[in-house]
């Protein structure tokens, strides 16, 4: 390429003429033509233009004020997607979700595939505020609102009159101090004042000075491992004491599960039921399963009950999140009531550490329960309730007797809740006249926990029937709330001191009665029936489980036995674990694989 004579002699020593198109001489922008820099250069917006001086005479585009005209081009695309559904089939809808949401046994899957705005009508859709007019304007009828009869109406507002507005501040006051509740919990502090030592009740006044014992399971701690266990978990168990199911239910986790996580399954664990009357096991766990689905349990590595339902029941859930690699199953509840036990039983094994002692557990951990199914540990929580009493926390197990200051003050409680007989019985001492201090002097004396001087050692004493207690050596049980109606006799009769009889009943053959009660609780669990060979609630596992306490009561005299010692009837409760079960479906598929080819076989030599 040469300048433009040069160039012009080549080209007609070449034979290519201008025809030729493509061959450009040089000094020409052989690169862009004039329509490509005029394209560039309203890309890139050019330059401003100055004069001679330097001053801008034309501003590049970038630099001009004036609003370009934009306009949206009309496509009709816009109308496709629209999808339309009727006021009627909407309300259909509605109707039949809600039904399937307030069955406790049933779960919405697949929530973020459903319009859950449409469904859950709060007054908001997707986080916006609707105006309450748009409300009543959607719930008119077409005719009236666009219709030749249309009538224009006021928007309806919620409040009528300024007073009506002034009256609802009674309302937002209880939404205020719920919200409060909810902040305290989330923030994990007890809503306790800043001094420790001093219980403010809410009026203001000071209540009793509270040891700093007393405090434990509420620390922020404590909470902020619940909080990474709930985010963790998939499915919820809630372990609750079968001696005091409602004062291990922890509501406020409740609550927050249902309202912050409602995707996620809780489900009630009626552990220690070994402790209780089968019948008031049975009662507890159809009055808890209204509400989440209950399942009755005994933890024990060798004489579980109830191992196989659960087994069966996170089988379930872990089918019905079929499209994760696996679930989590968190275990929450107050300390002491058998969390960890509960994983060692599921896993046959001790894998965690297991106390007879509240705060065992110290940080959540994982264990792996099946390939598809984890466990997650957690610290026993205690719940600021401010009805809790002191007294109430040491009887649940919730704190550390050895380091309550004064024990022998709480005895009294233990024999307000306890027949005298079943005391009588447990320590084999009588004539104390259900007075506390006279029975910590029996117990030293028949002990011989005498201090220096010959002087009782009644602290010492009061110890350790708290432990006994705790522990569950001592008979008693908080009964079962009654439908109205409902025959109260039996078991009230049993918690007004009957206990002991039971087991003298038992022996003589009376397990009839008690099984029967269990029995007439099909749906108190929610595995099937189809998992029967898991053992659950059924007639024969209760008949095992009364055996077994029968037993208990042959070999100890006292029915409240320690797990580590507890019978060994409960063969009912299959003991195979999960892999083993897979193995046992896998070798029985084979086995029906080679009896189809064999057949098959046959047939084709005939
Ligand atoms: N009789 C009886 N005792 C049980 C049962 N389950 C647990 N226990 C006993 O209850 C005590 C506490 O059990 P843990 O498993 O340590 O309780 P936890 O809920 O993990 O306690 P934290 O670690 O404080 O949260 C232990 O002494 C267990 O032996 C049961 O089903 N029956």
């Given at each position: 390429m040469g300048t433009g004579k040069k160039e012009k002699s080549r080209k007609e020593r070449e034979g290519k003429g201008d025809e030729f198109g493509n061959v450009k001489t040089k000094g020409e922008n052989f690169y862009r033509s004039?329509?490509?820099?005029?394209?560039?250069?309203?890309?890139?917006?050019?330059?401003?233009?100055?004069?001679?001086?330097?001053?801008?005479?034309?501003?590049?585009?970038?630099?001009?004020?004036?609003?370009?005209?934009?306009?949206?081009?009309?496509?009709?695309?816009?109308?496709?997607?629209?999808?339309?559904?009727?006021?009627?089939?909407?309300?259909?809808?509605?109707?039949?979700?809600?039904?399937?949401?307030?069955?406790?046994?049933?779960?919405?899957?697949k929530r973020n595939k459903l319009p859950m705005?449409?469904?859950?009508?709060?007054?908001?859709?997707?986080?916006?505020?609707?105006?309450?007019?748009?409300?009543?304007v959607a719930a008119q009828p077409f005719s009236a609102t666009f219709g030749p009869k249309m009538q224009r109406k006021r928007p309806k507002l919620e409040f009528q009159s300024m007073e009506d507005l002034a009256g609802r501040t009674g309302d937002m006051h209880d939404t205020y101090l719920e919200r409060l509740d909810q902040a305290k919990l989330l923030s994990g502090t007890s809503g306790e004042p800043e001094n420790e030592n001093a219980a403010v009740n809410p009026d203001g006044d000071f209540a009793a000075a509270r040891e700093f014992i007393f405090l434990k399971g509420t620390s922020k701690r404590i909470w902020n491992e619940l909080y990474k266990v709930i985010d963790s978990s998939d499915v919820i168990l809630h372990?609750?004491?079968?001696?005091?199911?409602?004062?291990?239910?922890?509501?406020?986790?409740?609550?927050?599960?249902?309202?912050?996580?409602?995707?996620?399954?809780?489900?009630?664990?009626?552990?220690?039921?070994?402790?209780?009357?089968?019948?008031?096991?049975?009662?507890?766990?159809?009055?808890?399963?209204?509400?989440?689905?209950?399942?009755?349990?005994?933890?024990?590595?060798?004489?579980?009950?109830?191992?196989?339902?659960?087994?069966?029941?996170?089988?379930?859930?872990?089918?019905?999140?079929?499209?994760?690699?696996?679930?989590?199953?968190?275990?929450?509840?107050?300390?002491?009531?058998g969390?960890?036990?509960?994983?060692?039983?599921?896993?046959?094994?001790?894998?965690?550490?297991?106390?007879?002692?509240?705060?065992?557990?110290?940080?959540?951990?994982?264990?792996?329960?099946?390939?598809?199914?984890?466990?997650?540990?957690?610290?026993?929580?205690?719940?600021?309730?401010?009805?809790?009493?002191?007294?109430?926390?040491?009887?649940?197990?919730?704190?550390?007797?050895?380091?309550?200051?004064?024990?022998?003050?709480?005895?009294?409680?233990?024999?307000?809740?306890?027949?005298?007989?079943?005391?009588?019985?447990?320590?084999?001492?009588?004539?104390?006249?259900?007075?506390?201090?006279?029975?910590?002097?029996?117990?030293?004396?028949?002990?011989?926990?005498?201090?220096?001087?010959?002087?009782?050692?009644?602290?010492?004493?009061?110890?350790?029937?708290?432990?006994?207690?705790?522990?569950?050596?001592?008979?008693?049980?908080?009964?079962?709330?009654?439908?109205?109606?409902?025959?109260?006799?039996?078991?009230?009769?049993?918690?007004?001191?009957?206990?002991?009889?039971m087991s003298k009943k038992r022996k003589r053959g009376g397990e009839s009665e008690a099984t029967a009660s269990v029995a007439a609780t099909p749906n108190a669990t929610v595995a099937t029936q189809e998992d029967d060979e898991f053992g659950g609630f059924s007639d024969d596992d209760d008949l095992e489980l009364d055996a077994d306490l029968d037993d208990d009561d042959e070999e100890e005299g006292d029915e409240s036995d320690d797990d580590e010692e507890g019978g060994t009837l409960l063969e009912a409760v299959t003991d195979d674990d999960a892999s083993e079960d897979d193995e046992d479906v896998e070798e029985e598929v084979a086995a029906i694989s080679q009896a189809l080819s064999k057949a098959k076989k046959r047939q084709r030599t005939t």
């Open positions: 004039a329509k490509k820099v005029k394209v560039l250069k309203r890309l890139t917006a050019g330059t401003a233009q100055r004069n001679a001086k330097g001053d801008i005479t034309h501003s590049a585009v970038f630099q001009s004020r004036e609003a370009p005209i934009a306009r949206v081009e009309p496509n009709r695309k816009w109308f496709n997607n629209t999808r339309v559904i009727s006021q009627d089939a909407l309300e259909n809808f509605r109707s039949a979700v809600q039904a399937q949401a307030s069955n406790p046994h049933t779960y919405l899957m705005s449409l469904i859950e009508e709060k007054g908001n859709v997707n986080g916006l505020k609707v105006h309450a007019a748009k409300i009543e372990v609750l004491d079968a001696r005091d199911p409602d004062g291990t239910r922890c509501r406020s986790v409740e609550k927050y599960i249902r309202t912050e996580a409602p995707h996620k399954h809780l489900v009630f664990v009626l552990n220690k039921v070994d402790l209780v009357p089968s019948k008031v096991a049975a009662a507890w766990v159809r009055h808890l399963s209204k509400e989440f689905p209950t399942l009755a349990f005994h933890a024990n590595i060798n004489n579980s009950f109830g191992k196989g339902s659960l087994i069966a029941l996170l089988r379930q859930f872990s089918s019905l999140h079929s499209d994760r690699k696996q679930i989590s199953v968190g275990m929450v509840g107050y300390p002491n009531t969390k960890s036990s509960i994983i060692n039983t599921l896993r046959k094994k001790k894998v965690c550490v297991v106390a007879p002692i509240a705060g065992e557990t110290k940080v959540w951990q994982y264990i792996t329960l099946m390939k598809r199914i984890y466990m997650i540990d957690c610290p026993g929580i205690v719940p600021p309730n401010q009805n809790d009493t002191d007294e109430d926390l040491l009887l649940r197990g919730s704190v550390r007797v050895e380091n309550v200051e004064y024990p022998a003050q709480y005895i009294e409680a233990v024999l307000r809740r306890v027949q005298p007989r079943h005391l009588q019985r447990t320590y084999d001492i009588k004539d104390y006249n259900n007075d506390a201090v006279t029975f910590l002097e029996c117990l030293c004396r028949k002990a011989g926990r005498l201090l220096k001087g010959g002087e009782a050692d009644i602290d010492g004493a009061a110890k350790m029937v708290l432990n006994d207690w705790i522990r569950g050596k001592i008979p008693w049980f908080t009964p079962p709330p009654y439908k109205e109606g409902e025959e109260t006799g039996p078991i009230n009769e049993r918690r007004d001191g009957k206990l002991g009889e």
